[in-house]
Each structure stands twice: as structure tokens, then as C-alpha cells.
């Protein structure tokens, strides 16, 4: 299995190049995944570039390749983001993990009606650095070149807004069409999610309104830590990204 880092001080590199990872980054890479010099590795910055080489140095200060390829992918384009409502328990978090690892561009956090969290005060900044943690560690995973972008927590209201600029697909079990009838075009597409007790009536009004559009996923119910993931799925094939 291929070992993938993430330095986001990483601005460019040519072959031949030292590209070197420290701090808790190289500490993991030499202590618990136990990668030894000459081993083949990759580091990328999070932002489409990422360099392959041979470990030089593989100390628990220091991890150094000697880059031996440089590859630079493009922001997928059109952008799927999912914004995904609070949920209790981690369920939230496993969406935002999953969600990454099949090729959401960015994620939101969505205080809705039903939701049983609340980031309120210092935790808007503790549960947003943690969904930022579990983006980053999920895209490493996945050896993804670019990190998806965690954006700032939203109201029901600032949604709405947001669906009147973009193509937004609220999932709902009751909806008559299906997501895969949806053809996807040159704008970026938004996957909403409800909390575990769905989308108040009052939202959905508000949503559509604004100019989203209802879907579902088949003719079961999946869990608020599914749904997202398996739209980006679906979407993921529709764009050819599979």
C-alpha cells in the first residue's frame, strides 16, 4: 500500500529535490507505519501537488524523500460539496471521513432545525478544527492530491442563500425524483444532508423556494453518516471521476 504525507508548506519541487516532513508527521510515518530509508513514499501539500521519491532520511525529527516524479492535478471541476447538518454522537464526523474518501470538494456544517448537536460558542472552533483533522487524515487515506475545504457552520437561512447561487440537491426519501435522473452540468453541485430526525418541513419549504431541488437515493432510508457519501458516490460516476 502506497504511504501518502501532507506538508502544506510544500509550494514546489522539480526532480531531485529534498522534500522532507517533520514534527508528528514524521513521527508517525517512522515510529508507527515504520517507513525505513528506501522506501518509496509520497508528500503532497494538500493543494494538488504531490512528489514521489525514495526516504533518505527517516528519523523521528525529520522524514526526507529524494523526489524522483512531481505530479500537479487541477481542482476537480464542477466542485461537489456536501453540507452535511450536525449530528450526535460521531456520525456527523464518519460522514465528513467517508464523504472525503470518495471525492467530496468541500464540506459544510449545517446547524439545522432537527439537530441534536449544537457548536455553540468555543465549540464552533474545537468541532470545526476537528472536521478539518478528519478531512486531512481521511484525504491521506485515500492518497487524494487535494484536501477538501471544511467551511464555516451555516444556518438554515445562509443555506438558502447559498441555493440560490449554486445547483443544490436537498435529499429526501419522499422526493419523486431520483438522484440518478439528475444530470450533472458545468455548475458545482451541493449535497444537502438532514440530521437524524430529517429536514423540518419549514426547511425543505425554504430550500426549494430558494431554488434547490429534491431527490432521493432509492427507496430506503439511509443513516445521516450514509446519505452524503452515497450521493457523492453516485455523482462521483455520473462525472466520470470513477
Known amino acids: 500500500m502506497a504511504h501518502f504525507y501532507i506538508t502544506e508548506s510544500l509550494q514546489s519541487a522539480a526532480v531531485g529535490d529534498r522534500v522532507a ?3 508528528a508527521e514524521a513521527r508517525h510515518a517512522v515510529t508507527v507505519s515504520r517507513i525505513g530509508v528506501g522506501e518509496s513514499i509520497s508528500i503532497g501539500n494538500g493543494r494538488g501537488l504531490v512528489v514521489t521519491g525514495s526516504v533518505v532520511v527517516a528519523e523521528h525529527t525529520e522524514l526526507s524523500i529524494e523526489v524522483e516524479s512531481v505530479t500537479e492535478t487541477e481542482r476537480a471541476a464542477p466542485a461537489v460539496i456536501l453540507v452535511q ?7 456527523d464526523e464518519l460522514a465528513v471521513q467517508v464523504a472525503t474518501e470518495l471525492g467530496a470538494d468541500a464540506v459544510i456544517p449545517w446547524s439545522a432545525a432537527r439537530s ?3 457548536w455553540e460558542g468555543s465549540k464552533i472552533a474545537k468541532n470545526h478544527d476537528r472536521w478539518v483533522a478528519i478531512a486531512r487524515e481521511a484525504t491521506k487515506q485515500s492518497i487524494r492530491p487535494w484536501v477538501p475545504d471544511v467551511l464555516d457552520l451555516v444556518s438554515t437561512n445562509q443555506l438558502a442563500k447559498l441555493a440560490g447561487a449554486t445547483r443544490m440537491l436537498v435529499l429526501e426519501p419522499t422526493a419523486e425524483t431520483a438522484l440518478t435522473a439528475f ?3 458545468d455548475d458545482d453541485m451541493v449535497i444537502v444532508v438532514g440530521p437524524e430526525g430529517g429536514i423540518a418541513p419549514h426547511e425543505l419549504d425554504a430550500l426549494v423556494a430558494a431554488g434547490a431541488s429534491l431527490v432521493r437515493l432509492g427507496d430506503g432510508v439511509l443513516r445521516t453518516s450514509t446519505a452524503g457519501p452515497a450521493a457523492i458516490a453516485v455523482l462521483s460516476a455520473k462525472l466520470g471521476r470513477w
Do not use: E, F, M
Not at 447538518?85 to 456520525?91: H, I, S, T, V, W
Open 85 to 91: 447538518a450536525l449530528a450526535k454522537g460521531d456520525r
Open 183 to 185: 444530470q450533472p452540468g
Open 116 to 118: 441534536i448537536s449544537r
Open 21 to 23: 516532513i517533520d514534527g
